[in-house]
């Protein structure tokens, strides 16, 4: 059974070679979104090689959450090219399932309230989407889900229901659910956000090791310590713009703009 | 006293059987149309609300005199039972639909976007994510419905089935002792709601230590 042999949560494949050449893994052109009258993304560019992690900071409201859903399709772009891989989905036409679904397949999501399914247990919340969507048999889909909840450090939770694990417990079996789909790329929306900071360090740790490990992230977050040391780019977005995008440790100590030097510094000072 | 209790009784199998049976046609019609009620294409929802409401506009035992004196007499004839089976069953259809529907909309729209972002599709998601969790909550007010529906199984009476209340009005132009007759009639309902409010209790106590948030 080759599914044994698999790295899990690695990303090996037909795509490798494109890390080799120039061109990102993940490409936002012109990204346009607007409720309304109300526009809450403005023509964002932004782009992420295979390997890299993106760490998105900025004031609440500014459209971080909204950009990230607009590269997996849960919230369509109104205008404004998605690249992920070999997928490419403009916003204008008309998206068709086929390429939904291609996206999506490269994409991993952890969500800021995590999402698990609570009428199941943390095994099935793993295994359900492997058997649904990759067609794998329910010992395989368990076998690695196994190989996840310990890489995430949980495997004697997963006879449990999700209720009965704590928040940074829920969110680590969160991140082992995208990874069982093998992801090229994750997408993290807050994921600490709604712990207490020593449950936070917990799912951090596992995110940094994911980092270690050579997976492509896109993380948006308000833990500037893991922007600064994990990440190895950063993007500043304010009022649905990217304000600043560069090397992090550059944009986080050396911000050119006085509206990100404003938000640092409020940051900093919590 | 308990000769005359023994003749009631032999309304219980009918007023058991009548509610057991338009409960199961409603907990099954009620499904699909609670989809028809939210489908995405809007001539499906339109005729699911125009059949929800038009069943629920008109009352109960007016149903059950149009299926039975009106469609029941024309090409088709039927029996009294089968005429509330389908009269109680369709009414119970809506309710339960409706029911669903409450249940549905309690659903976080994250467990939407979970499942979207794990590419599950529509079909997946509405039976393995989204269903389970709406049956769940819409098990307390099914419960509360079913002995509603039990209560209102009293109406078939008027069309002939010989239920609790029909056995209680024929006892009662035999004997003139209306309340000791009717008096009798209400406890045997009670004494039914009972085990339903016990079970579905349980089940409820069951499923919240189970999964609660
Ligand atoms: N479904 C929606 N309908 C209408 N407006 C929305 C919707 N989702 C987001 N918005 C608006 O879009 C703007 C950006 O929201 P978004 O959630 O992307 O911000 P954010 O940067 O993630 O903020 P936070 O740090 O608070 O999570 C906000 O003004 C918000 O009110
Ligand atoms: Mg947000």
């Known amino acids: ?270 | 006293m308990l000769y005359q209790l023994g003749l009631i009784l032999r309304g219980l199998p009918w007023t058991i059987l009548i509610t057991a049976v338009s409960l199961l046609i409603g907990c099954i019609l009620g499904y699909p149309i609670m989809l028809g009620r939210n489908a995405r294409s809007l001539p499906v929802r339109l005729v699911s609300i125009a059949f929800i409401s038009l069943i629920r506009a008109v009352p109960p035992l007016v149903w059950l005199f149009i299926i039975f004196f009106g469609v029941g007499t024309g090409a088709f004839s039927m029996s009294p039972l089968t005429a509330a089976l389908i009269g109680l069953g369709l009414i119970a259809a809506t309710n339960m639909a409706e029911i669903y529907r409450g249940g549905l909309i309690s659903i976080h729209h994250g467990q939407w976007e979970a499942a979207q972002a794990l590419n599950l599709g529509g079909a997946h998601t509405f039976r393995d994510v989204i269903a389970p969790q709406m049956f769940r909550v819409a098990l307390p007010s099914s419960a509360t419905y079913a002995i509603g529906l039990m209560k209102d199984t009293a109406i078939a009476s008027t069309i002939g089935v010989p239920e609790l209340a029909y056995q209680g009005a024929r006892l009662t132009q035999e004997t003139f002792q209306g309340l000791k007759v009717f008096g009798m009639v209400g406890l045997i309902y009670i004494l039914l709601s009972l085990p339903i409010a016990w079970l579905s209790r349980r089940a409820d106590l069951y499923l919240r230590a189970k999964v609660a948030r």
Do not use: W
């Open chain 1, 1 to 270: 059974m080759p599914q044994q042999l698999r790295v899990v949560g690695q990303h090996v494949g037909k795509e490798a070679p494109l890390a080799l050449t120039n061109k990102p893994y993940v490409k936002l052109e012109q990204i346009t979104k607007s409720y309304g009258a109300h526009t809450v993304l403005r023509d964002v560019n932004l782009s992420v090689h295979s390997g890299g992690v993106l760490a998105i900071i900025g004031p609440s409201g500014s459209g971080k959450s909204t950009l990230l859903r607009c590269i997996n399709y849960i919230e369509p772009p109104n205008k404004g090219i998605v690249t992920v891989g070999d997928v490419t989905i403009e916003g204008e036409t008309p998206v068709s399932r086929r390429d939904l679904r291609a996206l999506r397949s490269k994409l991993g999501m952890v969500f800021q309230s995590f999402n698990l399914f609570p009428h199941l247990t943390v095994l099935r919340n793993i295994t359900l989407a492997q058997e649904r969507v990759l067609g794998r048999t329910s010992a395989e889909a368990e076998l690695i889900a196994m190989q996840l909840l310990t890489r995430v450090g949980l495997a004697d939770k997963a006879a449990q229901y999700p209720s009965r694990c704590s928040g940074g417990q829920q969110q680590r079996i969160a991140i082992a659910r995208a990874l069982a789909l093998d992801p090229k790329v994750m997408l993290f929306d807050e994921p600490t956000s709604a712990l207490d900071p020593e449950l936070g360090l917990e799912v951090l740790s596992v995110m940094r090791e994911l980092a270690t490990s050579g997976m492509t992230m896109i993380v948006v977050t308000h833990e500037m310590s893991f922007a600064e040391n994990v990440s190895d780019h950063v993007a500043i977005m304010a009022d649905g713009c990217i304000l600043e995008y560069g090397p992090s440790r550059e944009v986080i100590r050396n911000p050119q703009s006085a509206r990100a030097r404003q938000f640092l510094r409020a940051v900093n000072e919590r």
